[in-house]
């Protein structure tokens, strides 16, 4: 069964910082993987997806990788800011398209 | 502007009563799914559906049922056989495999 977790499970940076969050998977067989932002009592956004024949993707000040064979992606944010405070989660889908699995998430607080 | 809306945004539900949870899309996507999530916890799947008159049982399924007469629409029942359901329900859609979209959830207590 697919089980995926978030390394740290928070994390407080001064703003300006350049910051990496983790995310692990046990199962390779991937189709892809999103990163989400969630805000307090909010649903989440989505802010990449990375499919399984790519490395990575770029949106702005982050970008995400993706190394399917070692089971791991990171969302790196550049530049960090006080409105990116929030958690991060990050979600694969096995390889029927069908069931997302989410981690666990990494709370972030950036402060001015 | 297209979207997924739930309803109500807060929820309380009383000894022995099913509630029902609303999701609504307008996306024209073909799936839909509910999640449950506790506090510091990652979502956990109750149910999904691929199409319409169709679904699937996901992790943690006992005490909630669902219908999906229409492709619109995906309504979650959590009945009285939930003995714990308070927590935060977040309902979601996507058109295959582009990114799931999300709804602003329903926050469920227990009176």
């Known amino acids: 069964k697919q089980e995926v977790t978030q390394i740290p499970a928070a994390l407080s940076v001064p703003e300006g910082e350049n910051l990496v969050l983790n995310c692990s998977f046990t199962?390779?067989?991937?189709?892809?993987l999103q990163w989400f932002r969630q805000d307090p009592g909010k649903g989440l956004t989505s802010l990449l997806l990375?499919?399984?024949?790519?490395r990575e993707q770029t949106s702005g000040r982050l970008n995400a990788s993706l190394d399917k064979s070692s089971g791991r992606s990171t969302l790196y944010i550049a530049a960090s800011q006080p409105g990116d405070s929030a958690t991060y989660l990050c979600?694969?889908?096995?390889?029927?398209?069908?069931?997302?699995?989410f981690g666990p998430g990494t709370r972030l607080s950036v402060l001015p | 502007d297209g979207g997924i809306t739930q309803s109500p945004k807060y929820l309380f539900r009383k000894e022995g009563q099913n509630v029902t949870l609303s999701c609504e899309q307008n996306?024209?996507?073909?799936?839909m799914y509910w999640y449950r999530q506790d506090p510091g916890q990652g979502l956990r799947l109750i149910y999904y559906?691929?199409?319409?008159?169709?679904?699937q049982k996901g992790d943690i399924a006992e005490g909630y049922s669902v219908s999906r007469e229409k492709k619109e629409s995906f309504p979650l029942t959590v009945t009285s056989a939930q003995k714990n359901p308070t927590a935060f329900y977040l309902c979601?859609?996507?058109?295959?495999?582009?990114?799931?979209?999300f709804g602003d959830g329903t926050r469920l207590s227990i009176l």
């Open positions: 979601a859609s996507s058109g295959g495999v582009q990114p799931q979209h």
């Open positions: 979600a694969v889908l096995d390889n029927y398209g069908q069931n997302f699995v």
């Open positions: 990375i499919q399984s024949s790519q």
């Open positions: 199962d390779s067989a991937i189709y892809n």
């Open positions: 559906s691929q199409i319409v008159n169709d679904f």
């Open positions: 996306l024209n996507h073909d799936a």
